[in-house]
């Protein structure tokens, strides 16, 4: 089976939505455990990784494309 690619800021989809209705979120911590905020309602979850790459349907927008804000 093939990993996904996945990075920091990324917005993926899940396979099930939020609560909220959506089901587009944005990876704000990685680790062994992944932190997601939900695009909707702004929630941010706890997951495994294992879990977490279980349940990851694709990557919507990666975080390269975006542009940066030069400070």
């Given at each position: 089976m093939e990993r996904k690619i996945f990075q920091l800021g990324d917005v993926?989809?899940?396979k099930k939505n939020h609560p909220c209705g959506s089901n587009e979120m944005?990876?704000?911590?990685m680790?062994?455990?992944i932190r997601i905020k939900c695009v909707g309602c702004k929630h941010?979850?706890?997951v495994p990784r294992a879990k977490f790459e279980k349940n990851l349907k694709k990557v919507l927008?990666?975080?390269?494309e975006l542009?940066?804000?030069p400070l």
């Open positions: 993926v989809q899940m944005e990876i704000i911590r680790g062994m455990d941010s979850v706890l927008r990666s975080a390269e542009p940066q804000n």
